[in-house]
């Protein structure tokens, strides 16, 4: 009955925490979107790259921080690994996961650099009971075991590959040990198991096991016949406590938890406090855990504790707790897990969970305030020398906590107001808005509703109640005390009042609600106002100095109502108007920063100075924080371990030891800014992924290799990419760039991956590197180099080929060509020759005609001589055409300036012989015009009959012929102005050849004259 009385002691040692105050649980479920297989999350491991892999229901998956990877394998050279449930997984040799699938009693080896999955048989001496469950666990030596609940220990046969039983551990005959009563406690080298029959602990030094009844160094703990009766799961935190659960055969299934000193001789009821949370029977206790900064945790079934360090007890997270944002929901947590960046995450049959560990050690407290009969709106924050805080409130007066923020007793109201005040004084008590300790005295001045002024003193505990007239009733918004002691009041009303002297004066009325009363390093007073600005006062005489509207020009506000005013160390001072203002006032520049530049929301209400010089800040969107070093924003969040920040929008304070506070409805958020400063440079951008089209490559495989080898349809690909840093995930900003597409550095968006469509074949180098918010660069650049191969017809050989018989082509051609001139020159220099003799034969017979002519002449004297004259006469014409013909044909006059300089020569012959005037001009671009032999042959005749016409029948004194080029058309002119004809009435056979001629060129001839008017021939052929 011993543990019975343990047990009722600790329940009344049980207090329950009096405010909501716990850890910022992020959740990921598979309706995040984000890939998540299973909510029945049962396993987490953390590699050595940072990657989180995830034992679900459906299998086992990779998360690098924005997404989930399925790994399923159904390859050659590997067993099939497709979708079971995942029990455990843990590390085994060369970065390999050892993987338990305890629903289908198989075990394997998964290599995430090749994904290939190789089952571990399981080799036990007996048949293993049909109900046994099953539990891996690993030493310290690397050695991997199995827990088989009934059975025994087996043990992981590297070279064999399989589980064997070769009795590692020499437990007594008959005993077994528990699923999860396995303890490795390095410093002593001892296994300590938690066994059916009892506790036993085996000495690796001498190879013992010691138990009750084999026990020579009479240790205490196995001598202790209560903590070993039913004894399931044994634990030696770093304080050397040793902690035992157990189901004693007595307890009804209750299960009862110990905690006994170093020796084991001594129990240690007050460092169970809390433990013992929940109804008996509704929990089982399975596994304990203590991360690297010293917090320890116990969790199980229905149970999830941490050991609260200020308040010396445990801590129960219950599932689904009054305040959704610093709790979980769950019903079986099956493990914790500490990632590299001190981050606690947590598998539970609802998803995962983690959790930043600054709330753990009070780094950061989200708490809310108890509101049973109404809300508390916070309105101001003081720090008392003893360190408790004050909260003024609008209805409740003044909460008071200690630096824990557990309820502490306040005496403000102990001494109630006056008598003779009526009930909406002595109410306005309770309407609370602004605090301010005077430091000469010591005195708190709280200002209240209807212009109630109560002055605390806390080492008396007395307090004494003002009514100034000066004030009119109005609401005191804020209190603010200068370097000379005197205290300023700002009211709703708009009245600015000085306390100095014991005597209050109006220095300034602006007949609106003033927020914020600040004094600069230089003594000036600004005022923080409802739709009338920033204003800057002396304080000595009350003169304005400098007043900030949205009516300043370029250096206009973004909103005339501002809450909040800080000064940087810079001098700078900051105005929270909606955005955020950068104020120099020696050149009354203003610089605003709001959305669109980084601001989290243009609802700045807050600010609030760190000793280091970083500006903290309270938006809408909740806590971020400005850096006067790089001009970067960073939002902080529930990741951060801030839950409660878009409530806190009311007051803020710094304490002594530089904690920040906000407060508003019912919530505060305390921080250490600390705790969000690095020193470190943020980890080396990891390539967590390579996507072709929607197939994922194994990427640890691709890094391993010189260069990723694509072919040239892989040319559209996504490379993902991550600093496996979860703490700093978000606070990273990533820089790329392509070598061979991108000349700069580009800035990558929150996606965590960059898209390349349509990459032309090539080598391409991707380089990637990450910088956080204090400005530091990760040490190296990531490189992933790319080849992407080009189709086999832009090969080299390829275009080689197609070069050759190009060339090869063009040779032919060009033969031909040659081939085709030479006969054309052959034939036209035959037909010149054979003309030239059949010419020349003609004429030899007109010659002895002639001659036979001339001997008759003595018959027919006249008649001959008219004969013989027409012979000479034909026998001149066909010496002409003869002389036209042959020079038509040759080759060498195939330039158009030969055609152009006979043309010349005999419109001179002909015309000079008449005696006319003319002018022959051609263009320059007629002369790089080429015509063939027929063409040619056609176009002089053509103006050669023009020219004869005129010569013959036109009587005219001058000849104008000209040669031009329009439009790839050559145009030939020939006009006189001699006495012209009738077209009708025109006959003879050479307008006719014109037209024909003209027509075998594709052209057109118009002749154009009238009587008296001279005559105009316009040739037109096109050039092809």
């Known amino acids: 009955m011993r543990g019975l009385h343990i047990i009722i002691l600790l329940l009344i040692l049980y207090k329950p925490v009096l405010a909501q105050q716990g850890f910022a649980f992020t959740h990921i479920s598979t309706e995040d979107g984000i890939g998540l297989a299973s909510n029945h999350v049962t396993s987490l491991y953390q590699d050595e790259k940072g990657f989180i892999w995830v034992g679900t229901a459906n299998g086992l998956q990779r998360f690098d921080g924005s997404k989930f990877i399925e790994i399923s394998v159904s390859k050659p050279g590997s067993d099939e690994l497709l979708f079971p449930r995942i029990s455990q997984i843990l590390p085994a040799d060369n970065g390999k996961l050892i993987l338990g699938i305890f629903t289908l009693r198989e075990f394997g080896l998964f290599d995430p650099t090749t994904f290939i999955y190789k089952k571990v048989a399981l080799k036990p001496a007996k048949k293993i009971p049909p109900r046994s469950e099953l539990r891996l666990w690993k030493d310290s030596d690397g050695e991997i075991y199995l827990n088989v609940q009934g059975y025994d220990i087996l043990h992981y046969n590297k070279k064999e590959n399989t589980f064997n039983d070769n009795r590692p551990f020499p437990f007594p005959v008959g005993w077994t040990v528990n699923l999860y009563g396995v303890y490795e406690n390095t410093g002593k080298q001892q296994y300590w198991f938690a066994c059916d029959s009892g506790l036993c602990i085996y000495d690796k030094r001498s190879r013992q096991m010691w138990y009750k009844r084999n026990n020579p160094r009479k240790l205490a703990v196995l001598e202790n016949e209560v903590v070993q009766n039913g004894v399931s799961q044994v634990y030696v935190d770093r304080q050397k406590r040793i902690w035992l659960f157990a189901f004693p055969t007595w307890a009804n299934g209750i299960q009862y938890r110990y905690c006994l000193d170093s020796t084991g001789s001594s129990y240690l009821h007050k460092d169970t406090i809390g433990l013992n949370y929940g109804s008996p029977g509704s929990s089982e206790y399975k596994y304990f855990y203590e991360s690297k900064q010293g917090e320890f945790w116990i969790y199980g079934l229905n149970a999830l504790l941490i050991y609260d360090k200020n308040s010396a007890r445990f801590n129960y997270t219950k599932s689904t707790a009054e305040n959704p944002n610093i709790s979980i929901d769950y019903e079986s947590v099956f493990q914790l897990m500490e990632d590299k960046d001190g981050n606690i995450w947590i598998a539970t049959n609802n998803g995962i969970y983690y959790t930043a560990t600054g709330s753990a050690n009070s780094s950061i407290i989200n708490f809310t305030f108890n509101n049973k009969n109404a809300p508390v709106s916070i309105t101001d924050i003081l720090e008392l020398p003893t360190g408790d805080l004050w ?25 109630p107001p006056p008598a ?77 009042l000085k306390w100095s002297n014991n005597k209050f004066t109006v220095v300034y009325d602006i ?42 020009g370029p250096n206009s506000l973004y909103s005339n109502t501002g809450m909040d005013i800080e000064q940087l160390q810079n001098n700078q001072i900051v105005f929270a108007a909606g955005a955020l203002h950068f104020i120099d006032k020696k050149t009354r520049k203003v610089r605003v920063v709001k959305y669109e530049d980084g601001l989290p929301s243009n609802t700045v ?35 951060d371990g801030v839950v409660l920040a878009e409530q806190a929008i009311a007051a803020d304070y710094v304490t002594h030891d530089d904690f920040i506070i906000f407060g508003g409805s019912n919530a505060v958020v305390m921080l250490n800014p600390s705790i969000f400063s690095t020193t470190q440079k943020p980890l080396d951008v990891t390539i967590t992924d390579f996507k072709i089209f929607d197939q994922f490559l194994p990427v640890d495989s691709l890094m391993k290799q010189p260069l990723v080898k694509l072919q040239h349809d892989q040319n559209s690909f996504t490379v993902y990419f991550a600093s496996l840093s979860y703490k700093q995930r978000d606070k990273l900003t990533y820089y790329y760039k392509m070598e061979g597409i991108n000349k700069d550095w580009m800035k990558a968006d929150r996606s965590y991956y960059v898209n390349f469509s349509l990459l032309p074949p090539g080598k391409y180098v991707f380089k990637i590197y990450c910088e956080n918010i204090e400005g530091m660069r990760s040490s190296n650049v990531t490189e992933l180099t790319i080849n992407i191969k080009p189709p086999f017809w832009q090969t080299w050989w390829f275009v080689s080929c197609v070069m050759f018989l190009v060339a090869l082509i063009i040779y032919e051609v060009h033969e031909m060509r040659v081939n085709r001139l030479l006969a054309v020159e052959t034939l036209r220099n035959r037909v010149a020759r054979d003309l030239h003799d059949d010419m020349g034969s003609t004429l030899s017979t007109i010659n002895i005609l002639s001659s036979m002519a001339t001997t008759k002449m003595k018959d027919n004297s006249e008649k001959t001589s008219e004969y013989l004259a027409k012979i000479s006469e034909y026998s001149e014409r066909m010496m002409d055409a003869m002389d036209d013909i042959v020079w038509s044909i040759k080759p060498s006059n195939d330039s158009m300036q030969k055609i152009t300089a006979r043309m010349r020569e005999f419109a001179t012959n002909v015309l000079e012989a008449k005696e006319i005037d003319f002018d022959f001009k051609v263009d320059e671009e007629v002369e790089d015009v080429k015509l063939n032999m027929e063409a040619r042959r056609d176009f ?9 016409n005129a010569a013959k029948y036109s009587r005219a004194s001058k000849v104008f012929m000209e040669l031009t080029m329009q439009n790839k058309k050559i145009i030939l002119l020939v006009k006189d102005d001699g006495v012209g004809f009738d077209l009708t009435e025109a006959d003879g056979n050479g307008l006719g050849n014109m037209t024909k001629r003209a027509e075998n060129m594709n052209g057109k001839v118009t ?18």
């Open 420 to 496: 003779t005040w009526p009930a909406l004084l002595k109410s306005a008590t309770l309407q609370t808005w602004s605090m301010c300790k005077q430091s000469a005295s010591g005195d708190i001045w709280i200002g209240c509703n209807n212009g109630v002024l109560m002055i605390h003193n806390p080492e008396k505990k007395t307090t004494r109640y003002v009514h100034p007239p000066e004030l009119n009733n109005g609401l005191i918004r804020y209190i603010a005390e200068d370097k000379l002691g005197q205290m300023w009041i700002g009211t709703a009303g708009g009245r600015l």
């Open 940 to 948: 002089f005749l053509v103006f050669k009959e023009a020219v004869n």
């Open 605 to 639: 209400s807050r600010l609030r100075m760190d000793k280091r010089g970083f500006l903290w800040m309270i938006t809408s969107n909740g806590l971020s924080r400005y850096n006067p070093n790089n001009n970067h924003i960073t939002p902080y969040g529930r990741k």
């Open 391 to 415: 909260f003024s409130t609008i209805s409740s007066g003044i909460k008071s906590t200690n630096r824990f923020l557990h309820k502490t007793e306040n005496y403000v109201r102990n001494q």
């Open 1007 to 1024: 002749i154009q004259s009238k009587k008296g008017e001279g005559t105009t021939v316009r040739l037109v052929i096109p050039i092809l």
């Open 511 to 552: 007949g609106t609600i003033i927020y914020k009363i600040f004094f600069d390093n230089q003594g000036w007073l600004w005022l923080a106002t409802r739709e009338r600005g920033l204003y800057a006062i002396n304080p000595y005489d009350g003169k304005v100095l400098q007043h900030y509207t949205t009516e300043n």
